[in-house]
């Protein structure tokens, strides 16, 4: 006997995206959470975001990261991506200067070898080397929360003159900020561990 339990959430965040998340749970424990593209939204946010193959509770940071490399692996990192994966990290682990040998220090290095070498050949460092395997590197991780969704937000949009690209680390950081809300994970900004 198989035991299905179905239910439907509208999930909004402050910047005016919606997703609306089905999940489904069977006797083995399996959740489906398929999402859809959210409206426009003035930052030019857009939901990418396959959570189908989580466990159920809350969405942490190293998630983040390593969906993002499942969503944008073969974008070049910018700047702006090292700033914002820089962020993440410190936010997940507590240390501002990021951990030695992490997502952070990769990508920040990816971009300072480019610049280096800008009349080579070299292939580019994509978001998915530098995220493929995030949460082996972080010593620590944490529940996304709307704070620091705005703080990643900020730093990525510092570094590329006010914008935010759809489906990167900041966008989806919101995303995981608005579904952990909702999801009664934290009240307001910060965390509400239940």
Known sequence: MTCVQERRLSVESDQDTEVAITETTTVTETIVVETTEPQSTDMGVSCHTDLSERPPGPISIAEVLENVADTIGDK????????A??????LATGISSGVKGGPG???????????SNSNSNQTDVTIGDVLKSASSHLIQDKIVTS??????????ARNNNGQVPKGGVSSTMQQA??????????????????
């Open 76 to 83: 070049p990192v910018t700047v702006s991506d090292a700033r």
């Open 85 to 90: 994966i820089q962020s993440a990290e410190a």
């Open 105 to 115: 220090s990769i990508a920040l290095s990816a971009v300072d070898q480019k610049k």
């Open 147 to 156: 704070r620091d969704a705005s703080k990643v937000h900020s730093a990525e």
């Open 177 to 194: 900020a608005a579904y952990n809300h909702n999801a009664g994970y934290f009240i307001g900004m910060d965390e509400n561990f239940q």
